[in-house]
C-alpha cells in the first residue's frame, strides 16, 4: 500500500479552523460535488462519468488535497497528476486549484499550489500545466502571481439542439454523394463489422491519432495506447453510438465525429476529424448535422465542443452551425526544477 504523502508543514500554514487531509478514492464524489458547484452549467462532470474514467485510468502519482471548514463542508481542493494514461512523454504534470470564493485570500490557494508543486517535484517533472477560465480574471492573476504563463487558448462551445433548424443546411447525404462516400452511424458499422468490432474501434482510434496530429496547437495532442483507452472511449455507459458519424469511402473511413453523453441532456463532441486527403469536401459540417439530427431524435438539450482558438477550420464549422462559446480556458504552465 503507498505510504500518504507528509503534509504536516502544509497543515500548519493552513489557518484555524480550517483543516486539510489528502484525498481518498472515498473522496471523490465530495470533490466532484465541490468542483460541479463552479463549474459553468453545460460542463457539470456527473460522478458516474468521473468514476468510469477512474476506474479505467489509475494514476498512482496523483496527489488530492482537501480542505474542510469546522463543519466538514469542503473549501477548496488541489490536485496534480502526471495522467495516467495520458502522461506526457516529458513527465509533465498537470493541475490545479480552487477555493471557495469566501475562503479567498487567506493563504489557502497558495499553501495548496506549492505543495502540490513539491510533489511534482519529487518525480522529477520539468514542468506543471493547468488553466484558468476566461470568466475568472481572479485565477489568472493568482497563476502569474506564481510564475505560470499562458500557452493557448481553448473555447467551449454549446448548441441548443431543441431550437436548432436542419433545413437551413444542405442535406447531408447530397454532401456525402457529392463527395462520393457513405455516412454511417458507428451503431449501423459495428454491425455490418460485428464479426470484428475490436478491429472498426482500433481504425476510429487511428483516424484520431492521425488527423490530430493535425489539429493547430502549441504541443502535438498525445493519445494514450489504444488498449489503455478502449474502455474509456468505447464503453456502453457513455459513448453514443447513434450520434457518432462515420464516412466511409470505400471500406475505410475517412471522416469522424465522435460523441459523448456527458450527463442526460447534454451530448459532447470527443472529436472531429478528417483524413488529408478528404479535407475541403464538407464532410465535417454533414457529420455534424447528421449527429444532431440524432441528438433531436434522442431529445438531448445541449451539444458541446471544444476547439483550440487557432482552429480556425473547426471552429469556423461550428459557428456556421450556430455553437455559442463561453469564455476561453486558458492554459497555462510553469518550468520547474
Not at 39 to 44: L, S
Not at 247 to 261: C, H, Q
Request: glycine share 8%; hydrophobic share 35%.
Amino acid at each position: 500500500m503507498p505510504v500518504a504523502p507528509d503534509i504536516a508543514d502544509l497543515a500548519a500554514r493552513i489557518p484555524a479552523p480550517l483543516r486539510v487531509h489528502v484525498g481518498v478514492p472515498e473522496d471523490v464524489e465530495r470533490i466532484v460535488e465541490f468542483q460541479n458547484r463552479y463549474a459553468r452549467p453545460a460542463m457539470v462532470t456527473p460522478i458516474a462519468t468521473v468514476r468510469r474514467f477512474e476506474a479505467h485510468n489509475p494514476q498512482p502519482k496523483r496527489l488530492a488535497l482537501m480542505v474542510e471548514d469546522e463543519r466538514g463542508d469542503v473549501i477548496a481542493v488541489g490536485m496534480i497528476s502526471d495522467g495516467g494514461a495520458f502522461a506526457r512523454k516529458d513527465g509533465s504534470f498537470s493541475g490545479g486549484v480552487r477555493v471557495a470564493p469566501e475562503h479567498r485570500h487567506h493563504g489557502v490557494g497558495t499553501a495548496l499550489l506549492e505543495r502540490l508543486e513539491e510533489h511534482a517535484r519529487t518525480y522529477s517533472a520539468p514542468r506543471i500545466t493547468g488553466s484558468a477560465r476566461g470568466d475568472e480574471p481572479d485565477g489568472v492573476r493568482f497563476a502569474e502571481r506564481h510564475g505560470y504563463r499562458e500557452t493557448n487558448r481553448r473555447i467551449n462551445s454549446f448548441l441548443d439542439v431543441p431550437a436548432f433548424d436542419l433545413s437551413r443546411f444542405e442535406d447531408p447525404e447530397a454532401v456525402a454523394r457529392r463527395a462520393g462516400v457513405r455516412l454511417v452511424t458507428y451503431s449501423e458499422l459495428e454491425r455490418e463489422r460485428a464479426a470484428d468490432v475490436d478491429g472498426l474501434q482500433r481504425e476510429v482510434y487511428e483516424l484520431g491519432v492521425t488527423a490530430g496530429q493535425d489539429i493547430p496547437r502549441p504541443e502535438p495532442i498525445q493519445m494514450p495506447p489504444y488498449e489503455a483507452i478502449r474502455e474509456m472511449f468505447f464503453g456502453a455507459t457513455s459513448f453514443d453510438r447513434g450520434s457518432t458519424i462515420l464516412a466511409l469511402r470505400g471500406g475505410r473511413i475517412v471522416s469522424e465525429t465522435l460523441t459523448d453523453m456527458r450527463s442526460p441532456g447534454v451530448a459532447y463532441t470527443n472529436f472531429t476529424g478528417t483524413v488529408r486527403e478528404e479535407r475541403g469536401k464538407g464532410l465535417a459540417l454533414a457529420l455534424k448535422l447528421r449527429a444532431i439530427a440524432e441528438l433531436k431524435r434522442q431529445g438531448a438539450r445541449l451539444f458541446g465542443t471544444t476547439n483550440d482558438e487557432q482552429n480556425a477550420a473547426m471552429r469556423g464549422v461550428n459557428a456556421k452551425l450556430g455553437y455559442e462559446p463561453d469564455p476561453p480556458v486558458i492554459e497555462l504552465e510553469k518550468r520547474i526544477s
